[in-house]
Structure formats: C-alpha cells, structure tokens
C-alpha cells in the first residue's frame, strides 16, 4: 500500500511540475462573429516557482496566414521554453477573421485582459507582460503593440517579440495574409490601419525581431521597416537578419541559427524583463 | 654558444608564425595630394596626419588558410585612424581564422574627397597582384571597414570602376553610409568640406549607389548608437533588397559606437560567432 501511495505521489509531482492550464477566452460568448465555429483559447505554461518573485509572461500569437494557427512549434513549443527562462508562455489559439477584421484582436485584448486580472493566480507580474508573435501572429503582435482600448484594464504589452513578422499590408504577400484579414479590396485606410509600420509612436514597446535575409514569404523588408519607423519613434529595439532560414522556422531545431536566436534572445530577455524589479 | 643560436633561431621561429609584414602602398607620391603635411602622430593606438599609406598583412598560417582575404579600413571619422582595435586586432583576429587580415593605413581626405578610395583602390590592386604568392583566391578579397571606415568600404562597393576594383564581399560595422540626412556630420565635413553640392552628397551618398554588380555584405552595429544612426546601415540593406543582394544584418540592442573587438562589448562573443558563420555562407 505504502509503495502505490508513493507510486501516485511520484506521478502527481511528474506531471504537476510541467502543468499547464487552459481556458477559453469567451466562456459566456465572444461579442464578434466570424463566420466560423473556431473558438479562442489559451493554454498556459508557467516556469517553475523559483521564489516569491512574480514572473514575466509572454502572449503568443502563432503563424498560420490568418487562415490557420500553426501553434505546434509557433505556439507550445516556444511556450515551453520560455517557462525553461522564467518567463510565463501563454499561448493564443486566436479565431481566424474569415475576413472578419475583428475578430483575432478582439481575441488577444481579451487574452490580455484576462492575463493582467488573473497575474496574482499564475503569479505573474502584470507590469512585465510582452506579446510575441510569428509571421501572421506577427503581423497581430505588431498591430496590437500599438492599439489603444478604452477598457478599464491596461492592454498596452510591454515588450513585443517578432519573428519574421508581416508588418505592412501596402504590399500583398504570398500567403494571402491580407485577404484573410481584408478581404480582396480593402479600403486605403483599412490598408494604412493595419500596416505596423504605420502605427508606431513613442508609446511603442521595446521590441526585438528575427527575420531571414532569404525569406521569399514575407520579405525581411516587413522586419526592417517595422525597426525604421522604431528608430524614427526612438523606440529601444533589436534585429538580427539572419543569411538564410527562409520562413517559418520558429523553435525548430534545424533552423541554422536556431541556437543563436535563442541565446540573442535570451540575453535580450535578460536585460529587458528578467532585471529583478522593485 | 652553438645552444644559444639554436634557441634563437626557434625564438625567431616562433615569433615568425604568425608574424606580419608592412608595405608601403605607394612606391612614389599617390596621384592625388590631401595637402596634410603634418608629421603623423599615434596616440594611443589612434592616428592622425597618415603622411605614408601603408598596409600591414597578417596571414594565416598555411596549414589554415582558406584563400580569403580582408582589407580593413578602420574608423576615426575621416580625422584619424582608431587602428588597433578597429584594425590589427581585427586582423589578428581573421588571422586566427584562416583567414588574411589586410590593416589599411589610409590617407585622410582633408576635404580632398578623392582621397582615400585611391588609396583603397591601390591597396585591392596590391592584394590581387599577390593573391597566386599568398594563395588567396581572386574572388575572396573583401573589404571591411568601421564606422567612417564603413563610409570608405561601402563607397569602394559601390564605386568600383573596374572588376579588379570590386571587393567581393563587404564587412560594415556601425557604417556611415550616406551623407544626406543622417550622415555622421563630422565624417561628412572631413570628406566634402563644409557646403558640398547636392550632387557631391548623392554620390557619396552609398544608399543610393547599390545596384545589381554590388557585392553581398554583413551589417554589425548597435541599436542604441547616438554617434552614427542605425538609419545607415537600415538605407544600405534595404538598397540591397531592392537589388536582390545577398546581405545580413545585426543590430544588437546595446553598446553604443564604436566598440570594434573590444571584449566588454556585451556582444561581443555572439557578434564574432555571427560573422564567423556569415563568413562560410558565402559560399566559401
């Protein structure tokens, strides 16, 4: 009897060590419709509780094109990692916009909300949560860095992780990310509305991006021109334009520079976020 | 007595293996004079008044050597050479590399803007002339070049008359590259004089000089230098883009300008570990 106590006990701890929560982003309902029956979740991975210090977080925002969320790799994965830092990965299953503009920010101002409100349960510090995002969920990172809300709760993130994001919509792309979120003739204002590039103001959080000089998907001049329009705003920042990769390899051990991106942003992490505060 | 000339001639030896060799680049007076005739200074590792143009060659060891060649020109804002850790410490530093590390010591302009790209030109057509002895390729000599050295390095990438001419690959770090808007005001003072046409500035300007014969570079800088804006380098590579080159770029989140191989640049370790990849991707 003793041994099958011990036996649970090991296994409860095995697996609690590694636990991850989620939840639905909407449980009584999303107030915008897409057209689909795609619902926003979050699936949480917290590191392991060092000391009585809250952690930083992180909100993630897979690639997929706005017509899939490719959160494998894009997603969990790098979620996992960060929790390996010290940092909270929360993982956004964003809905897809079916042309629907709304819809995947409605989803991550929400997701913030929830993340700043719930911080004390998940012990993070609402002052360090930072919004990542991939290609795509690059392009919502990007985006949603610079919008403003009239809820009660701040959503501004505090720092913004890009990799090989799509920034300006003045140039379709190959994926059809536009027309995902747009639709095949959006308006010039709806084009200059979701262009990154041209949202950025002072107020813009610190951001760090990782692109490919290769990169026939979204072109690395997307990274660049977010960086330019940083720098015009004197916004702190960091690039690495890596000589090939092409697209898409987030968290994925092949990719050459797979160590050196994690260890750039690794230290950038340090310098940023995991200072120790008050 | 025979025991003491042994341990001599090993002493040379040893010293000799990595040793380097100094030449003047020019064999009379250069073709065009920057009027400076003050005796040459070197304070502290940084130069000023270079009255005799000259390189210093590191070369790798044989068993090493990868038939690559750097020419560096170091930075100084167009006014002086910081030659040692803009120059020979980069050198060495290829040379541990396999790789041959050039110092070129060049002339000021002292708004004779012609001035250093002659003694560039010079040096490329010395380095080719040699490359069968030194057993270095013909289509591996590169050039890099720091800050106002950058501004020297882009402008040979841009402004090569002839294939010989053409560095094959280009190593900027914290560049000056344009003399419009965002130049680096002093380095632009020190090469055009103080009210240089529009035409003189859009010709020295290096972003508006790439076009498809330009060769693939690597930009290394920091995102928070006040003394040269990342809007250089950011001009240069997107310039690039537009011409389908190759290039790379790292604009690291802190140290400011200027740090070269000083080890207490933060990133120093990963920026030389970035460039060494850079330098076996070139199809190497």
Not at chain 1, 248 to 255: L, Q, Y
Not at chain 2, 163 to 172: A, N, T, V
Not at chain 2, 228 to 244: D, G, H, Q
Request: hydrophobic letters at 40%; proline letters at 6%.
């Amino acid at each position: 009897m003793k041994k099958f106590i011990v036996f649970i006990l090991v296994v409860f701890v095995s697996v609690s060590v590694h636990s991850q929560d989620s939840l639905k982003v909407w449980p009584n309902g999303a107030p915008s419709d897409n057209g689909l029956t795609d619902e926003a979740e979050l699936f949480i991975y917290l590191p392991e509780k060092k000391d009585s210090q809250k952690t930083p977080a992180v909100l993630i925002c897979p690639g997929g094109g706005y017509a899939g969320v490719s959160a494998v790799y894009e997603g969990h994965a790098f979620a996992k990692w960060l929790a390996t830092q010290g940092v909270a990965g929360i993982v956004l299953k964003y809905r897809l916009p079916n042309q629907h503009k709304e819809v995947p920010f409605d989803d991550a101002l929400e997701a913030m909300s929830i993340i700043r409100s719930d911080s004390d349960e998940w012990h993070i510090d609402a002052n360090r949560v930072g919004i990542a995002g991939f290609s795509a969920g690059g392009h919502l990172a990007a985006v949603f860095s610079n919008l403003n809300s009239n809820r009660d709760i701040n959503i501004r993130p505090d720092f913004a992780i890009l990799f090989y994001p799509v920034i300006s919509f003045e140039k379709v792309t190959k994926g059809g990310t536009r027309t995902n979120l747009l639709g095949k003739t959006p308006s010039a204002n709806e084009i200059y509305s979701f262009s990154a590039d041209r949202l950025v103001t002072k107020n813009t959080p610190p951001t760090i991006i990782f692109v490919s000089d290769n990169d026939s998907s979204v072109p690395s001049t997307h990274s660049v021109m977010y960086y330019d329009a940083l720098k015009e705003n004197d916004v702190p920042a960091a690039l690495y334009v890596f000589p090939e990769g092409e697209h898409g390899w987030g968290m994925i051990k092949s990719f050459k520079y797979y160590d050196e991106s994690l260890s750039l942003l690794k230290m950038w992490l340090n310098t940023t976020v995991l200072t120790s505060y008050n | 007595m025979k025991n003491l000339f042994l341990i001599l001639f090993f002493l040379l030896s040893a010293i000799g293996m990595n040793a380097q060799t100094v030449v003047k680049l020019w064999e009379t007076t250069p073709p065009t004079s920057n009027g400076l005739s003050e005796t040459e200074l070197n304070e502290d590792g940084r130069i000023s008044n270079v009255s005799v143009p000259e390189l210093t060659v590191y070369l790798p060891d044989s068993t090493v050597n990868r038939g690559i060649a750097v020419i560096i020109c170091p930075g100084g804002g167009y006014t002086r050479l910081a030659i040692d850790h803009e120059g020979h410490d980069f050198a060495k530093w290829l040379q541990s590399q396999g790789i041959a590390g050039i110092v070129l010591k060049y002339r000021m302009p002292n708004k004779v803007k012609q001035v250093p790209l002659e003694d560039f030109n010079q040096a490329i057509t010395y380095v080719r002339s040699k490359a069968p002895l030194w057993k270095i390729s013909n289509d591996k000599i590169g050039i890099a070049g720091f800050s106002a050295g950058g501004h020297l390095a882009s402008t040979a990438s841009t402004h090569f008359s002839s294939k010989e001419l053409r560095p094959d690959f280009s190593i900027l770090f914290y560049p000056v590259i344009t003399m419009g808007d965002f130049t680096h005001e002093g380095s632009r003072n020190n090469l055009l004089g103080d009210t240089p046409t529009a035409s003189e500035t859009m010709y020295y300007s290096n972003e508006r000089q790439v076009n498809e014969f330009t060769p693939p570079a690597i930009l290394l800088l920091s995102d928070d230098d006040t003394a040269v804006p990342p809007k250089n380098s950011v001009a240069y590579y997107t310039a690039l883009k537009e011409n389908k080159i190759p290039a790379t770029m790292y604009i690291f989140p802190s140290g400011g300008h200027g740090w070269g191989m000083r080890n207490d640049f933060e990133y120093h370790n990963e920026m030389l570990s970035l460039l060494s990849l850079w330098l076996r991707t070139l199809s190497l």
